[in-house]
């Protein structure tokens, strides 16, 4: 604490991060990052790009915002790029979510969202998921000024159908709706599709999950013009070069790589899969996950014991202290020898 912090300073509860250890031998699977390497198509266009390091990056990122636009089937005005879904979230947030009435999202979902109110000071409701842990968009009913939405869910994994998703943006068509998906690409529906005939409707998606460039930082934005310029007078406003040019080159390459894209996420799918039958084999609950990771519980022991226990023999879960979700860790898929490793040593301690 010091005498020169802003007022805010005072007031902000910071998002923690997953641990990064830096310890050899570790079974990493708390941060949701994929298994698998990028394509090689990324490391040979990254390698490229250096040549061009003197050079400023090109502002809008027009090549990598054509590749985007390309593969998801709009227009490239209609695509918003920044360092990471987190900066995109950012510029949202700041951008189009700050409104006298709550913005609404589910209580346990991504904890960046009310980290990011408390930095913008904007007011929010926090919707509870129901007793089944999903989330029900008819509890969205609400005053509010906008609608923010992870989909698949972060930490539950469970995703909402595009259905459901066009049947609120019907429903309510003057309220913003923003959908998180940076887990998508591991079995739920995009609600990409919709953006054509719903001016109220932002998707965000990141490179870092199924495009294993977590470390790379791209994320992107798909809206209607008028969204996407008030995200990009934001962001011109903050750093006018928020991908550099390795960045822009290694997102253009994975995005064209695409049969990369589908072995590796096929790969994790499967995995998740026998991941989920083998930890209900050792009496887990686990819900039904459509992402990267899997949450589950065990019947008679607690999260915060099993993550600590687990640690100690040197694999790392994902564990939260909040009251309904306690007991359940947060298991990245990582690959067969990774899986296999952590429902060994689960074996020897249940």
């Known amino acids: 604490m010091s005498r020169f912090w802003s007022p805010v300073v005072h007031t902000l509860s910071p998002y923690v991060p997953g641990e990064q250890t830096k310890q050899d ?14 394509s090689p198509r990324v490391l040979a ?38 360092n990471g879904s987190d900066e995109v979230l950012a510029h949202t947030f700041q951008a189009l979510l700050k409104h006298e009435p709550p913005l609404l999202f589910p209580d346990d979902n991504y904890s960046f969202y009310p980290v990011y109110c408390g930095l913008y000071g904007i007011t929010h409701d926090e919707v509870p998921l129901d007793a089944a842990m999903r989330i029900d968009i008819s509890n969205y009913r609400r005053p509010s000024s906008a609608i923010l939405l992870c989909n698949a869910n972060a930490p539950t994994g469970i995703a909402l159908q595009r259905d459901a998703i066009a049947w609120l943006l019907a429903e309510q068509p003057d309220r913003l709706v923003v959908v998180d998906e940076a887990y998508v690409d591991f079995g739920a529906e995009s609600a990409v599709p ?39 007078r934001v962001k011109d406003s903050f750093n006018s070069y928020p991908l550099d040019c390795l960045a822009i080159a290694g997102a253009v390459a994975a995005i064209e790589d695409d049969g990369w894209f589908r072995d590796t996420r096929a790969r994790i799918i499967a995995s998740r899969e026998i991941l989920a039958r083998d930890l209900r084999q050792l009496g887990f609950e686990v819900l039904p ?62």
């Open 45 to 82: 266009a990254i390698a490229s790009a250096a040549e061009r390091l003197r050079l400023y990056p090109d502002p809008r990122a027009t090549r990598l915002r054509e590749a985007i636009a390309a593969h998801c089937d709009v227009a490239p005005e209609q695509v918003f790029v920044g």
């Open 289 to 350: 996950s459509l992402a990267n990771f899997v949450f589950a519980r065990h019947r008679s022991r607690s999260g915060a014991d099993l993550a600590a226990a687990l640690r100690q023999r040197g694999v790392l879960v994902r564990h939260f202290r909040k009251p309904r979700i306690e007991d359940f860790l947060r298991i990245t898929v990582g690959t067969e020898a990774e899986c296999a490793r952590l429902v060994e040593v689960l074996r020897g301690l249940i």
């Open 194 to 232: 919709l953006v054509a005939r719903h001016d109220n409707l932002l998707v965000i998606q990141t490179f870092s999950k199924s495009r294993s460039l977590a470390g790379l930082r791209v994320g992107f934005a798909i809206g209607q013009r008028p969204l996407i310029e008030a995200l990009e």
């Open 25 to 38: 031998g570790i079974v990493k699977l708390n941060t949701n990052e994929n298994p698998y390497p990028p």
